[in-house]
């Protein structure tokens, strides 16, 4: 115990103090704000190699974003940014367009990691991420049971998980309200064959496919700790390294961390798959994201400058030999990892990109506000629906996107 | 003396009391002493189920240090001895020492004194000799047992969130925010106090009663209504900075008309508006309570209304300047709502920050430095209440609270 | 005061019937995302904002009437749940406006008594406790009011989330298999708990310091009198403490009325919001960056009518007595 400890400190100390080095030096002092899971930590951290950089890591900075950008001065010049969120900072008109900074200095980009809206290069993507199956091998195994490749597959393996009470619940998934319920509902729903929104921007959530997700969340919800709804990406990935449940689809950012022998008690014993689809056949239910940085629109030409050679620097060779790991890379000279596997299998499978628009962007905060009150038991399904429709009509009214 | 005795509780009632407090107390105390406890161990420990093994910190011992029952004995003992003797010894000292003869200024001294003696003596003198006590009775058989060490220590997670995450930021911030609230609401909740209680006309009591609805106003209503002003400052204020004369004195300040959003001095203003009504509500009930008398002596004495405020007012008005002071500078501290609201990332004060800790909670460190950073943010707090415990107390009695 | 309080109250008064949104424009626009192997382009029909010359967006301000407050309070779904089988109350408190209404009247109804029942009796406790103890029990007894709200409330979530200690002694004690966090009512209970736990100290120190003033003649003349104990507390000290008891139930009315921390510290609003929770929710940018700003100022606005109905009866006696002194 002692040794493994030791070691385990040993490991700690030597990752801290083996930091990548950043190539050039940064004399502009520089702020970040971007999300917190470990390939952010990463990036952030070659990104202070370069120096005068000072990163602020937090996984809401979904809210905070908007905001800081559209003060003049932004208060940050550096933001890290995913298709989801990417919108509000391009509505808020808040980030500038790259193009002439890649011509400048970013030679050794790869075409891929460009992301271009209306032929502008507005955001240079660094990994792709999804939400995919991670299940415990050990159990399955002597369970006998098959990886599912449906979520009907994965109930019956629950089942049969719980009647052997190997684990204290079978399942583990990203409930809690807002963000992480949207998605999953997301996830679920697209995999269903729905459509959010018609062409007019009214919504059409209520629908068979809607009630078969909702449906669905619910008999996935029986087999979880019952308190899924405080669940987040951290909850689910803590239970994964306690021990605790035996299949989730988590994002694959996390996957390392279960392998992690510091924190996790199941080191060596999770399988990474697709995500298992809605309908038999069908293709994965999962959207796929990418993760990437902008520059702020409201600082001077030098700032913007420097703030996309540090970005770059961030997302270069060296944080890819510091932590190979840590996401599916975009980096030139990335190898996928085995942490890799579910993310390319999934996108293999034909899973969606994430719907971002301002209309989904609505359609997401509504159902992410709505869904759990079927869940809770407080609606029906047909109400649930009707509700989150007419909570989306609300906002999009008030913004002026449906008449 | 018949009342002495039917004034004494029978026994079996004093059993009840006593034991009723003993539980109150242990409930009041409990939880933040659990938080200070899980603070200083590792998260394999911390986050046990097993209290003992919380309490002891095994993992923690074999990792990191490890402290003996000795050495917990002696600091505990120290620190009953520091506490009492600094409560006997801060009011001579603060009376008898005070510079030019200004009491207040003799207390903080006497305060900044005994709280730098105290954690010299608490941190460093106390433990270095625990050590050497330890060395010395080691061999010794059963006393021995009790100089090994037994408890696990760590101090990693106080030194990442101070030092690695920079939480002297938001220390400063709130440092800022809430020396710049008690001043202004302190002066401006005296005198308008101090008027309100001697004109006692019926304007005075509409003042006062509209004091009140804004004393119960719902903070968000307030943020409802800075927040959009604060966003769009720049705009707002640009005429200020063109018009002819104030515009060179706002030249002074800044070139641009500032962006209010994420200052933590634009804050003071909404904090202040959202505290004074208390202010002055419990000051004029303070001055209630001073007899007309005295200022109407010292006008008789041939003083200005001013003078007799000065002169005959302020030096009895401490207790209650003191208590409304504390209660002023809780609000301000403790704030969440609005500094959330109107503060970005890296202009937060300490309490939002503590969200942003448990955001970027993606390991179980993460979660333990939050705690640590709680435990940080209470620690002023509790030698607030020990330093001001017997005030609260008197100035509640002597007036504010008649009202 | 009155700038800094009632300007901005006026300005959310005038907010709430006017919505300023940005103007959109249906756009072909053409989009790439990374792939494994090379880029997705896709053309797609979207919404976008327009933006003027200087790449701001284009906002445009309209006059929405009472929209803001229709979309919170719903008339017409009111109507439907109590019409025939609407579902009555249970369908008018899955509208989120009326639950936080709901949650919050009757946390400030049930925290009031206990708060200031444990107040009274923590103060008569300590009061007959000898002198060189009570330094140290008014000092323990005062922190949970002291410690910063949302801190608090999270070392409390610590204690009980998940298979936190007390959780596990409750299921050890009780041999079932509770969750703390998995239901609404027993993460009400915990925010009761809570705010009695934060608020009592305070009720407790008013209490104990109007103590010290009892008049004691009057307290010997009834013990002469032959007075029971209870008869004492009846008679005497609670009459004396009444001003206080009204001034503690005052501000805990207010306080709890805006019921706020707890719904963050315990992340509730999945079971149980309040009044200004819903506000705080409004003014926090949704996924596409936008603040409900124009629904935050009539939640606002009708948040404080509720306020001010609470206080109106107080406000009457108040000039009544005002009026009585003259």
């Given at each position: 115990m002692k040794k493994t400890l030791a070691t385990a400190l040993f490991a700690l100390l030597m990752s801290s103090t083996a930091h990548a080095s950043c190539s050039f030096q940064n004399t502009v002092p520089l702020k970040s704000l971007t999300a917190a899971f470990d390939a952010w930590k990463a990036v952030t951290a070659t990104m202070a190699e370069c120096g005068n950089v000072r990163s602020e890591l937090d996984q809401d900075f979904r809210t905070k974003q908007p905001a800081a950008f559209a003060a003049n001065p932004s208060l940050y010049h550096i933001g890290g940014v995913s298709n989801g969120t990417l919108v509000p900072l391009m509505n808020g008109g808040t980030i500038r367009p790259l193009d002439a900074l890649v011509?400048?200095?970013?030679?050794?980009?790869?075409?891929?990691?460009?992301?271009?809206?209306?032929?502008?290069?507005?955001?240079?993507?660094?990994?792709?991420?999804?939400?995919?199956?991670?299940?415990?091998?050990?159990?399955?195994?002597?369970?006998?049971?098959?990886?599912p490749t449906t979520w009907d597959e994965v109930l019956d393996a629950a089942a049969k998980i719980k009647a052997s009470g190997k684990v204290a619940y079978p399942l583990g998934g990203t409930f809690k309200p807002g963000f992480d319920l949207g998605l999953d509902f997301t996830n679920l729903f697209l995999g269903f064959g729905g459509q959010f929104t018609k062409a007019d921007n009214t919504p059409s959530i209520n629908s068979p496919a809607g009630l078969k997700t909702l449906e669905m969340l619910k008999k996935i919800a029986a087999y979880m700790d019952p308190e899924y709804l405080v669940s987040d990406s951290t909850f689910v990935q803590k239970q994964f390294q306690q021990g605790k449940i035996a299949i989730a689809n988590l994002w694959a950012t996390r996957a390392a961390a279960l392998d992690d022998p510091k924190e996790s008690q199941v080191v060596g014993k999770i399988g990474l798959a697709a995500a298992p689809a809605a309908v038999k056949g069908g293709k994965p239910a999962t959207t796929l994201w990418w993760d990437g940085i902008v520059i702020a629109k409201n600082i001077t030409d030098a700032e913007a400058d420097a703030a996309f050679r540090v970005a770059i620097a961030g997302m270069g060779e060296s944080t890819l030999k510091a932590a190979p790991a840590a996401a599916v890379w975009l980096i030139k000279g990335y190898t996928p990892t085995k942490y890799a596997a579910g993310a390319v299998a999934s996108a293999n499978g034909g899973a969606p990109p994430y719907p971002s628009s301002t209309v989904y962007g609505l359609v997401a905060s509504a159902v992410g506000d709505g869904a759990a009150d079927f869940l809770t038991g407080k609606k029906t399904a047909e109400k649930t629906l009707a509700d989150i429709e007419a909570a989306y009509l609300v906002k999009a009214k008030e913004q002026g996107l449906v008449k | 003396?018949?009342?002495?005795?039917?004034?004494?509780?029978?026994?079996?009632?004093?059993?009840?009391?006593?034991?009723?407090?003993?539980?109150?107390?242990?409930?009041?105390?409990?939880?933040?002493?659990?938080?200070?406890?899980?603070?200083?161990?590792?998260?394999?420990?911390?986050?046990?189920?097993?209290?003992?093994?919380?309490?002891?910190?095994?993992?923690?011992?074999?990792?990191?240090?490890?402290?003996?029952?000795?050495?917990?004995?002696?600091?505990?003992?120290?620190?009953?001895?520091?506490?009492?003797?600094?409560?006997?010894?801060?009011?001579?000292?603060?009376?008898?020492?005070?510079?030019?003869?200004?009491?207040?200024?003799?207390?903080?001294?006497?305060?900044?004194?005994?709280?730098?003696?105290?954690?010299?003596?608490?941190?460093?003198?106390?433990?270095?000799?625990?050590?050497?006590?330890?060395?010395?009775?080691?061999?010794?058989?059963?006393?021995?047992?009790?100089?090994?060490?037994?408890?696990?220590?760590?101090?990693?997670?106080?030194?990442?969130?101070?030092?690695?995450?920079?939480?002297?930021?938001?220390?400063?911030?709130?440092?800022?925010?809430?020396?710049?609230?008690?001043?202004?609401?302190?002066?401006?909740?005296?005198?308008?106090?101090?008027?309100?209680?001697?004109?006692?006309?019926?304007?005075?009591?509409?003042?006062?009663?509209?004091?009140l609805v804004f004393r119960a106003l719902p903070h968000s209503v307030l943020v409802t209504g800075y927040l959009p002003m604060f966003l769009s400052s720049r705009e707002l204020l640009a005429p200020l900075w063109a018009a002819p004369v104030i515009g060179t004195v706002m030249h002074w300040f800044s070139a641009a008309p500032p962006t209010l959003y994420g200052q933590p001095w634009a804050i003071i203003i909404v904090l202040v508006s959202i505290n004074q009504p208390f202010t002055i509500w419990m000051m004029r009930s303070f001055f209630d309570g001073i007899p007309t008398e005295l200022d109407e002596a010292a006008r008789v004495d041939g003083c200005t209304h001013f003078e007799a405020f000065w002169r005959a007012i302020i030096p009895v008005m401490w207790p209650g300047v003191i208590t409304t002071g504390l209660f002023s500078f809780l609000l301000a501290y403790n704030d969440y709502l609005v500094t959330s609201l109107l503060l970005d990332a890296q202009s937060q004060t300490m309490v939002p920050a503590i969200s942003q800790f448990l955001n970027r909670d993606t390991s179980s460190a993460d979660q333990i430095e939050a705690i640590a950073a709680a435990v940080s943010i209470t620690a002023p707090l509790f030698f607030l209440v020990m330093a001001f415990q017997r005030q609260i107390v008197s100035g509640l009695t002597a007036g504010a609270v008649k009202g | 005061m009155s700038i800094f309080i009632a300007l901005p109250l006026i300005g959310v008064f005038i907010e709430s019937f006017y919505s300023t949104q940005p103007v959109f424009e249906t756009v072909d626009v053409q989009s790439c995302t990374p792939g494994f192997t090379g880029q997705t382009c896709t053309t797609e029909t979207k919404s976008r904002p327009r933006f003027d010359a200087n790449g701001a967006p284009i906002v445009a301000t309209s006059f929405i009437g009472v929209q803001a407050y229709r979309d919170l309070l719903q008339p017409d779904a009111v109507v439907r749940a109590f019409g025939p089988d609407g579902g009555g109350l249970w369908a008018l408190l899955s509208i989120d406006f009326y639950a936080a209404l709901r949650f919050t009247v009757t946390f400030t109804l049930i925290t009031l008594p206990l708060v200031i029942g444990f107040g009274l009796v923590v103060a008569l406790a300590v009061n007959s406790v000898t002198r060189k103890l009570r330094g140290l029990v008014i000092f323990a007894a005062l922190l949970p009011f002291i410690i910063t709200p949302v801190i608090g409330a999270l070392s409390i979530r610590w204690l009980f989330i998940g298979d936190g200690i007390l959780t596990a002694a409750i299921r050890a004690i009780f041999n079932s298999n509770i969750s703390m966090f998995a239901q609404g009512w027993t993460i009400e209970l915990l925010m009761l708990t809570y705010r009695v736990w934060h608020v009592a100290p305070f009720a407790f120190v008013v209490f104990y310091a109007g103590l010290q003033t009892v008049d004691q003649d009057t307290l010997e003349s009834a013990i002469v009198d032959g007075a029971s104990r209870w008869e004492?507390?009846?008679?005497?000290?609670?009459?004396?403490?009444?001003?206080?008891?009204?001034?503690?139930?005052?501000?805990?009315?207010?306080?709890?009325?805006?019921?706020?921390?707890?719904?963050?510290?315990?992340?509730?609003?999945?079971?149980?919001?309040?009044?200004?929770?819903?506000?705080?929710?409004?003014?926090?940018?949704?996924?596409?960056?936008?603040?409900?700003?124009?629904?935050?100022?009539?939640?606002?606005?009708?948040?404080?009518?509720?306020?001010?109905?609470?206080?109106?009866?107080?406000?009457?006696?108040?000039?009544?007595?005002?009026?009585g002194r003259r």
């Open positions: 011509a400048k200095y970013g030679q050794d980009l790869q075409p891929n990691q460009l992301i271009k809206v209306d032929g502008k290069i507005m955001s240079v993507a660094m990994d792709v991420n999804d939400q995919h199956l991670m299940y415990r091998t050990d159990i399955l195994q002597e369970l006998g049971i098959a990886v | 003396m018949i009342t002495a005795r039917a004034l004494r509780t029978p026994i079996g009632l004093q059993l009840v009391v006593a034991a009723f407090l003993a539980v109150w107390v242990v409930a009041a105390m409990f939880p933040l002493l659990w938080t200070a406890v899980m603070s200083f161990r590792v998260p394999l420990d911390a986050l046990s189920s097993d209290p003992l093994v919380v309490l002891l910190g095994p993992a923690t011992r074999a990792s990191a240090m490890g402290i003996s029952w000795l050495d917990l004995l002696l600091e505990v003992a120290a620190v009953v001895v520091v506490f009492r003797i600094t409560s006997r010894v801060m009011r001579p000292m603060a009376v008898q020492y005070a510079p030019f003869g200004y009491v207040p200024l003799g207390w903080a001294q006497a305060a900044i004194s005994c709280l730098g003696l105290g954690a010299i003596m608490l941190l460093v003198v106390v433990p270095m000799l625990a050590r050497s006590l330890d060395t010395a009775l080691a061999s010794v058989p059963i006393i021995g047992q009790l100089a090994t060490p037994a408890i696990g220590i760590t101090l990693e997670h106080y030194r990442a969130v101070w030092i690695t995450h920079q939480f002297y930021h938001n220390f400063e911030n709130s440092l800022i925010i809430t020396t710049g609230v008690v001043t202004v609401s302190l002066t401006v909740g005296t005198l308008a106090g101090y008027g309100l209680a001697r004109s006692g006309g019926r304007m005075a009591f509409w003042i006062l009663m509209l004091a | 004492r507390l009846r008679c005497v000290i609670v009459p004396h403490l009444m001003p206080l008891i009204v001034f503690v139930a005052l501000i805990h009315l207010m306080d709890s009325y805006r019921v706020f921390e707890e719904v963050v510290g315990f992340s509730s609003q999945a079971h149980r919001i309040s009044l200004q929770f819903l506000t705080f929710n409004f003014l926090t940018p949704d996924q596409t960056g936008n603040r409900a700003i124009t629904r935050a100022a009539a939640s606002s606005m009708l948040t404080m009518v509720g306020i001010v109905v609470l206080l109106v009866p107080l406000i009457t006696h108040a000039w009544r007595t005002q009026r």
